[in-house]
């Protein structure tokens, strides 16, 4: 498993975020799967995001795969003292009344970096949605990088990396590649799980 080496701008060290987040995933009885890729930029997904339970458990694994991430969150969290600990954790604040220039402006950052891991929620929300939104697909396309399929499995508390493919651009293809993998994962709350599908695809229907 390949190893990435935490930036030390954040608010602990690490060796201290790596025993952190061994610990964390040890008492709440989950495990680590799956290896990174060798790219040193690309988009990570994570599905299925039904639960705030989704957040601590990916920083916790991050922190053990020394893996630094930036992550797109809602606005609200950046406000006040969390905010600045949610910035220090990688995240960006989104205004989600509008999507527009979200792609653009994370593909310039894509762009102007050696090294960047962009980790996106698909869905949006914990909450049931009707399908994934499609920024991270044309993110991976635009900046021409691999999208790696990251996964929270509460059936079998499990973490882990998936397989990566740069997309081509085609979506249903693509897409269907996607479905495949998270058919049989679960959410911890499999009743608010988004289906696996993009609004380009229910477009052509």
């Not at 809602?74 to 406000?79: E, M």
Request: net charge positive; proline share 6%.
């Amino acid at each position: 498993m390949r190893s990435w080496k935490i930036q030390h701008n954040g608010p602990v060290s690490g060796r201290f975020s790596y025993c952190l987040g061994r610990i964390v995933l040890t008492l709440l009885g989950w495990r680590v799967e799956g290896s990174l890729p060798l790219a040193s930029k690309f988009v990570l997904i994570g599905a299925p995001h039904t639960s705030n339970w989704d957040f601590i458990l990916t920083m916790a694994t991050t922190f053990v795969l020394r893996l630094h991430i930036s992550w797109l969150g809602k606005a609200s969290l950046f406000r006040g003292p969390l905010g600045y600990l949610m910035r220090r954790l990688g995240g960006i604040p989104i205004d989600r009344s509008s999507s527009h220039g979200v792609v653009e402006t994370m593909y310039q950052r894509f762009v102007q970096s050696d090294s960047l891991v962009i980790a996106m929620a698909p869905s949006g929300t914990r909450g049931k949605v009707e399908r994934w939104h499609s920024g991270f697909y044309w993110l991976a396309c635009k900046a021409n990088v691999p999208l790696v399929l990251g996964y929270m499995d509460y059936a079998r508390k499990e973490m882990g990396i998936g397989p990566s493919f740069t997309p081509t651009g085609d979506i249903p293809e693509d897409m269907d590649r996607i479905r495949t993998f998270y058919a049989t994962i679960r959410g911890k709350h499999p009743e608010r799980e988004a289906p696996v599908r993009l609004k380009e695809e229910c477009n052509r229907q």
